[in-house]
Structures are given as C-alpha cells and as structure tokens.
C-alpha cells in the first residue's frame, strides 16, 4: 500500500491517522464515561492518566490529520445516488467531526486546569494550570466537555454507519477506501 491518497482511495498515512483515531476516542470515551465508577486509588488513577493521554494524542493526531490533508488531499467523493448533496453532507460532517474533536480536547483541558491541576504532556513534562481552583468554573467545563464527547460518538456512529449504508446498500466504495481489507476485490 501507498503511503499517499490517490485518486482510487486513501493511502497508508490517512488510513492509519484515521482509524487510531477511532481507537483513542473510543477508549478516551469509555474512560471518561465510567472512569468516576472505577476503584478509588490507583485504578481510577489510571484510568485518569490514560484518558488525558488520550487526548493529548487525539490532539496531536488531529493536527497531524489537517496537516497531512493539506499536503495530500483527500480522493475525490465516490459517486452515489446521492450526488453532490450527498458529497456536500459528508464534507459538513468531516468538518464537524475534527470541530469537535478540538473542541473537546480544548474542554478537557481548560476542565483539567479549572480543577487547579497541572496538565501532564504525555508524563514527559507538565504544564501549570495558568487559573486557581475554581469547583464552579470545573463543573460547567466539565459539563460542556462531556456533552461535546457525547457529541462526537453521536456524530461519529452516524458517520460509521453512512459508510456502511455506502457499502451495503449503495455498494460504492466510501468505506473500502478507507478500510482496504473490505475491497469487493478482495
């Protein structure tokens, strides 16, 4: 497989952005909903860490996503009986998708430094949080960071079955563009 898109699908490089993306929203989503379930003491510490890291990673990901994009453009829409209003309504969610992908992390951290608590870069390095401890400002950031999380798994679940309703029942190639392993050719 080719690193770069082409005008056929997606290469390696958007492929593998795309689809660790999925997975570190995913457990980021998953640890943020049931984290405060979690033991306290060391598991929900843990828990804890490996949500903001990642989200710390999430954020990088997301730059490295619309850097890459500038550089390599995505391939051009694949044709469907939905045409340009389709192609339109994709491009709507793309960029809603990577609007709220910011907006979270951006959330996250500004509940993070809310709490008065420093923000850990990966436990490489640490950055003081630049606000005192204000409970009232941390549960409201806190608030509005979960309902853009809910957002986004919402918004994310649609545009994981519009590809699926792109692969079954359209049968064009959207999705295998991105996941190669699903090709009709095999």
Known sequence: ?????????????????????????????????????????????????????????????????????????????????????????????HLALYALLAAVVAFGVATQFADGDSLSLLGIADIASPWIKDKSFAHDMKEIHEALANGLIILAMIHAGSALVHHFVFRDRTLSRMAPRFSKSG
Do not use: C, K
């Open 1 to 93: 497989m080719q690193w770069r898109n082409s005008q056929g699908g997606y290469g390696a490089a958007a492929q593998i952005v795309h689809w660790f993306s999925v997975l570190l929203v995913g457990v980021a989503w998953t640890l943020g909903t049931v984290g405060e379930d979690l033991p306290r003491g060391g598991a929900r510490e843990l828990g804890e860490q490996i949500h903001v890291s990642a989200g710390e990673l999430i954020a990088i990901l997301l730059i490295i996503r619309i850097g890459w994009r500038l550089i390599d453009p995505p391939p051009p829409p694949e044709p469907t009986p939905l045409g340009s209003l389709g192609d339109v309504a994709a491009r709507i969610v």
